[in-house]
């Protein structure tokens, strides 16, 4: 007897169950609907296992170090020797009971929904095929329809020799047990902007070479350029604008060619992108095309008939919030509820660097090339009273970017000490278009680092 004929009817079925996947199985379980729900990994995806909750755990721990050596200046002497072990053993014991997703898997049965560790297909519309770890095949006919959340995986760019060496991807930098006396990172990205800062400040020498003119190029200019001097005054070295030729493995060691110069390290990170994971999951059955980089969804998630899609892969900025907002947006849509429909004009971003890179909506080069009429204005971080009372560390800016002609703001970037934090302030703003002349008649607290916003109104127009 074939697999394929263990047919079966629910309503819904969830392929991918990455943050937001994870959110609209168990809200749909939840509302009585009959849900398969497929993971060919780890349910809660990239976030919890390999991205967000580890990362932001090893830089807890480097900012305690970072903190501790800001004591000499401070508060006197402290002696400071780094240990790898704790932050490991946090990340595999609380982050994500080594790699194993049982507790999520039960929450998700418990909400009422049936778990598949396998890889789903699409097979025509409102038909999956699952093919289970054991190698049997399930069909699935889903009522209501498909939700697909499938991700992304790191992408290896086209260096010769880089195929086949040990090199890390996300992936194995957080699950390290150990420090590597020197790092190569490929990439000037999040990722790479925030695992180079980590292992340097465990003791790592860490060189980024980053093929853009300047790190986190999503971002304003002058957040680049803030965080390349902080990475410097901390002993990263940051190459930008370079060109990797070649990547040789040899003795232990790499070798990584940058025009005549040979950079070496005991390990190399490669952060140089993602890619989505639309290949193989039977798109040209529904009629979408496999080898597009994002798939196009409408405001309520809907990709084609009877198929929603949310996350990274809709190209609506790679974030776990974002994977979250839409997920409750196509929740309502399968279950036929009314509500807003998805918008994108204040998603929030924060790299986790020290200081933190924090941005919403718009940056100035987006908004003068979106035909706007634009004042700017800004204030370093460090000339505000919090930032001077706060001293080392406390480098940063706050920018804005302003519609001149409606009088609201359009962007915003918050580089510095819970630079994501301050940033919230401004995304309401952006968020809710709240007037520049309202913003201005506001009390800050005094003397928090979110007064500073207050300077760069001051300064918007000047
Ligand atoms: C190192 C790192 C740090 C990050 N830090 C942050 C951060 O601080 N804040 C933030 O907001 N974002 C962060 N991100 C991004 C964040 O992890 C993702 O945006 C988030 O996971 C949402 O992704 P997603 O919902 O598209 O799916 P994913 O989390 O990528 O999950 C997709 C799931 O689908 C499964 N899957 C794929 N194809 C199939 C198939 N055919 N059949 C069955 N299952 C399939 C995969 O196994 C996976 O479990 C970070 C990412 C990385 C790599
Ligand atoms: N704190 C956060 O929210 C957070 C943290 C990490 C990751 N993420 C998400 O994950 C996504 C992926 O992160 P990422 O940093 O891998 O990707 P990215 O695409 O944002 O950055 C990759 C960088 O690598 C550079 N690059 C490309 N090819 C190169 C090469 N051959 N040599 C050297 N540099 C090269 C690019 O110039 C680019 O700036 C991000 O876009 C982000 O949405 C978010």
Redesign the pocket.
Known sequence: MSNEQHEHEVDLVVVGLGPGGEALATGAAQAGLSVVAVDKHLVGGECPYY??IP?KMMLRAAGTLAEARRAGTLAGDVDVTPSWAPVARRIREEATDDWDDTVAVRRLEDAGATVHHGTARLDGVRRVLVELRDGSTRAYTARRGVVVNPGTR?AA?P?PGLEGTPYWTNREALQATEVPASLVV???????C?LAQVFARFGSRVTV????ERLL??DEPEASAALERVLAEEGVRVVTG?E?SEVRWADGGFTVMVGEERVTGDRLLV????TPNLDGLGLDTVGLDPSARSVEVDERLRAAEGLWVVGDVTGH???THVSMYQSAIALRDVLEQDGPSAAYSAVP????TDPEVAGVGMTEQQARDAGLRVRTGSTPMESSSRGFVHGPGAAGLVKLVEDADRGVLVGATVVGPAGGEVLHALAVAVHAEVPVDRLRTMIWAYPTFSRAIESALADLGN
């Open positions: 991205g967000c990362s790191p760019p260096v490929l990439g000037g990205g999040p990722i790479g925030e070479l980053q093929h853009n190029p999503h370079a990797t952060a140089t992108g993602r900025g790679a974030y971003h924060v790299t986790f």
